[in-house]
């Protein structure tokens, strides 16, 4: 049996262990942290499932690796207590900034105009915007239930899973040698290892409020801060998310968080009553053209930059890295120009 050691617990671990321990290998996850928890950047992400919207500054890839992610989370659904909210995505913007819902408009795929009529069947709440964007195709789901239904999954299929173990560089290389396949899915801390690796920081907030309901992610267009809000449980919203170019920062600024404030309160006055119930900020990791990569060296696979699009790409990325190991099928549209020895990947050329 192929025994493969997973290092990491964020959404790109915790996918490739799942679709490796399901084909059959004998699966090993080690992670810094206590199961998937406030210390991945997955635990912060809005969980919206949005390969359209996204098209406004993504690749087509990631539409293609979206609607792969969605059918895998539609799946976990019916199986489990995860909720995939199939009621799409509303972009909205203030009535001087019509110019950018036609902009937006454009550079996406998939949407249909509505006026003020349509608009408030869909959110009643929503009845000071004239018109909107609506992608009736796109999901979202709750990361937080999604990391742990995975996690409790990786348990009952038998996967080995050790936490609070922080593999220092050295520690990763010799127990590479101990396993057929060693998948580092460490997000950003394998900078360490992957030197075009950059951090993309994103603070976000969930806040409280009885006295504003929405039924579906909303978007907001806007000059100086763009965001969104994801509806949750309970009368709680998750407000996000900042982008910030930025390798480290785990504190939350001022600025960013007046931003989203002001956001919210643009996309209901209602939200500014609303509790404050946590501010969060993580680093996203990515590269140069924010796509994400597989790239093996010898029996080490990274699988990583995942940027904005960790629940949009993961299930979809670690597919691939099934049937890499596996089959031997190398996925030759996450090719890395920079990385010559992806392309013949029976290479054992060793990381530094
Ligand atoms: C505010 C915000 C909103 C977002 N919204 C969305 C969204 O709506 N939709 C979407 O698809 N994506 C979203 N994202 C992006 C998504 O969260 C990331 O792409 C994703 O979390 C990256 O996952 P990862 O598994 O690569 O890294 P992480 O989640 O950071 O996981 C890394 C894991 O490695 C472990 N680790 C690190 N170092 C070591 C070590 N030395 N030894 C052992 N273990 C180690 C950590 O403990 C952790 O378990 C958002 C991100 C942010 C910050």
Redesign the pocket.
Known sequence: MTSVHV????????TCAHALQTAGCAVTL????NG??E????????????PFCEQETAEPLIGKLGFE?MAFWQQLSSISELHYHANGTLVVAPARDQVMLRSFERLTKQSRRIDRTQLIELEPDLNHFTSGLFYKDEA?IE?RLAVKVLWRLLADLGVSLNTQ?????DE?KEMAGQYDWQID??????SDSLDDLRG?????LHIHSTEVELNRPIRLLHPRYPL?I?PRPDHQF?V???MIEANHGRKPTVRSILELLSAAYAVHPAFGEAEIVEI??????AFNDNLPRIRRYGNRVY????????????PALARRVADLLINNTPCTEIVDANHPEWTNHRNTTNVA
């Open positions: 290092i990491g617990s964020g959404i790109s671990g915790l080690t992670t810094a942290s998937p928890d210390q991945c950047c997955s635990w912060w992400a809005g969980g919206m499932l949005a992610s979202h990361p173990q922080c593999l220092s560089n990763i899915c460490r997000g950003l801390a394998a993309v920081k994103g603070e976000m969104y994801v998750m996000g998310a900042t969060g900020v993580d680093v996203r990791p699988v990583n930059g995942l940027y904005r699009h960790g629940y949009l790409g993961a």
